[in-house]
């Protein structure tokens, strides 16, 4: 879903959004280096490897400098009206 789309469902079903937020954009390139350019469907273990390594400086500036603005994830905080 888009921001957009999510508020309108949650709305339609009768909730009220309190926090709404992208996450995981440290994933957003390897996704579309791996299926779009490379055209696979999984990703190889020494990949994975290398990322599992770089996760502390990616979670830093996806905490720290983009604040939850883009991601590969799109996460929402419902409360029941």
């Known amino acids: 879903y888009t ?3 999510l508020i309108q469902k949650a709305s339609d079903s009768g909730f009220t959004i309190r926090d709404l937020f992208y996450f995981n954009f440290a994933s957003l390139f390897g996704w579309y280096v791996n299926g779009n ?3 696979k469907g999984t990703v190889a273990e020494g990949v994975l490897g290398f990322f599992d390594k770089m996760v502390p400086i990616l979670r830093f500036c996806e905490r720290k400098l983009l604040r939850k603005k ?4 799109l996460i929402a905080v419902l409360e029941k009206n």
Do not use: N
């Open 70 to 73: 883009m991601g590969i994830s």
């Open 3 to 5: 921001k957009k789309e």
């Open 37 to 39: 350019i490379l055209k």
